[in-house]
């Protein structure tokens, strides 16, 4: 069992930065790639980021590649989403979520566990 618990979300100008964090707590974080998803209010669930066990490797989709970089330290079971140069249409609910793999992903299927997520507002 993992539970994750999302912080760092918040109001910010565009062209603003900030980095969210997810504290995960359960002996399985270590093993487990993790992700980023976002919801943005009348629109599904889309992927944003995500990174390997090790934290060698990561992948990010198109509309965030360049502005974020996702990060994960074992030592503290958390992983990290550094975002700049943020736009409006950033603007969304984003949520952290544990895989059952230990290599990336971008399905919403193989993630097993998922955080109550955070607010990002981006205003113009």
Not at 9 to 34: D, K, N, Y
Not at 52 to 78: L, Q
């Amino acid at each position: 069992q993992v539970q994750l618990v999302e912080s760092g979300g918040g109001l910010v100008q565009a062209g603003g930065s900030l980095r969210l964090s997810c504290a995960a707590s359960g002996r399985t974080f270590g093993g487990s790639a993790m992700g980023w998803f976002r919801q943005a209010p009348g629109k599904e669930r889309e992927f944003v980021a995500t990174i390997n066990w090790s934290g060698g490797s990561t992948h990010y989709a198109e509309s965030v590649k360049g502005r974020f970089t996702i990060s994960r330290d074992n030592a503290k079971n958390t992983v990290y989403l550094q975002m700049t140069s943020l736009k409006p249409e950033d603007t969304a609910v984003y949520y952290c979520a544990a895989s059952s793999y230990r290599t990336i992903t971008t399905i919403e299927g193989q993630y097993a566990y998922w955080g109550q997520g955070t607010q990002v507002t981006v205003s113009s």
